[in-house]
């Protein structure tokens, strides 16, 4: 079939593409480039230079009739919410907009919708988390992406548009950009790499750190391609329900790399959640997923990586 993704040069997204593409499917990528690279594109997929906000996604979609939108394309950075919710919101939800309206006019026949598990399923009273719990959204970025997954069910009402929300877990793996919070652990590889101490950023109650759900990019591009054909307007959380916490993040990378370096802990950043973890017995029941690489193996594949592509 062919699908196009939004946001498909970016870390998640490219990996994505390369597995459509191994699966057979035709592929169509539109990205603006923010923070996605040229270097991350799949040579056998057609790109577009584009945002998503942008009028001229009308003409893409009339060229290329795609079957499924694989929708990734995001301003993901919790503290850029926290700063500038207008800018959130502008791409998040009026970004969305103009991919939905897009698919319908298209006739697209379904949309798979990157959520967040952390940003909704975050400080909850169990954990971990299932997709029922009513969100304790604490910044913008959590609230954009409820109405997001509140907009899908609009359209399909409204519309007859199929969806699949998929509430990832914190991802990582290979291409992942070191920034100062999704990408904590190529931060920390690379601080290893160079012999250097990592920083914690932390709330005064919590010294090893807020806890996280760590999911592999591999088993994340597997959900992907499972939504394609099953899950029928759905929101699901991909993830692997162990919480764990930053500093025994850092512990364990540091066991696969084989360093001893000093972990600073200075103040949390606003908006971030204490405590998250999610439970993914939906995705089990409605995709047949189930996360298949633990934290160990993952590590090494992540190291292997930026060792090999190392600038």
Known sequence: MKVLVTGGAG?????????????GHDVVVVDNLSSGKLTNLNPKARFYLLDIRSTELDKVFELEKPDVVDHH??????????????????????????VL?????????????????????GDADQIPTNEEYIPNMISPYAITKFVGEK????????HGLTYVSLRYANVY??????DGECGVLPIFMNNAIAGKPSRLLTYSDMPRGTTRDYVYIDD?????????TKGENVVLNIGTGKELYIADLYDTMQEVLGTKLELIVESERVGDVRRSAIDSTMAQKELGWSPKIDLREGIKKTYSYIINHAE
């Open 11 to 23: 870390f998640i997204g490219s990996n994505v593409v390369d597995r459509f593409i191994d699966e």
């Open 73 to 98: 394309a995001a301003q993901k950075s919790v503290p850029k919410s926290v700063d500038d919710p207008a800018l959130d919101a502008e791409i998040n939800v009026l970004g969305l907009i103009n």
């Open 101 to 121: 309206n897009c698919c319908v006019k298209h006739n697209v026949k379904k949309m798979i919708f990157v959520s967040s598990g952390g940003a909704l399923s």
């Open 151 to 158: 907009y899908l069910n609009f359209y399909e009402v409204t």
């Open 173 to 178: 793996g290979p291409r992942q950009i070191p």
């Open 220 to 228: 994340i591009t597997e959900a992907n391609v499972l939504s394609l």
